[in-house]
């Protein structure tokens, strides 16, 4: 199982982005997806995680009402769009996967992104 992270940039204080993490050469179909963040100096954090069929999400406090995850399984891809962001959402973000949604969103899965860097600053 192998994770690829997209989509990370600088943006100002207030703008948007769209994190995505693909499958690559399998499907993400039966995989609890979730999303944490690491910031220098700090423990990995977790941001949001969804169910395998979409139908149970996660939000850390941190990120309710500005972040939306979502999963496209047509096209192997779960996403996370970031809204109204702030100089303390900067860190590098990782997408992980388990069958487990439990599982995932504590962080445990077995399968973890590379990894992609977030930056907000004016």
């Known amino acids: 199982l192998q994770l690829v992270e997209s989509g990370g940039g600088s943006v100002q204080p207030g703008g948007s982005l769209r994190l995505s993490c693909a499958g690559s050469?399998?499907?993400?179909?039966?995989?609890?997806i979730g999303w944490f963040r690491q910031a220098p100096g700090k423990e990995r954090e977790g941001v949001s995680c969804?169910?395998?069929?979409?139908?149970?999400?996660y939000y850390a406090d941190s990120v309710k009402g500005r972040f939306t995850i979502s999963r496209d399984n047509r096209k192997n891809t779960i996403y996370l769009q970031m809204n109204s962001l702030k100089p303390e959402d900067t860190a590098v973000y990782y997408c992980?996967?388990?069958?487990?949604?439990?599982?995932?969103?504590?962080?445990?899965?077995?399968?973890w992104g590379q990894g992609t860097q977030v930056t907000v600053s004016s």
């Open positions: 050469a399998f499907s993400l179909d039966d995989y609890a």
């Open positions: 992980t996967g388990h069958r487990s949604y439990v599982t995932t969103r504590r962080g445990l899965g077995d399968y």
């Open positions: 969804i169910s395998s069929n979409g139908g149970l999400t």
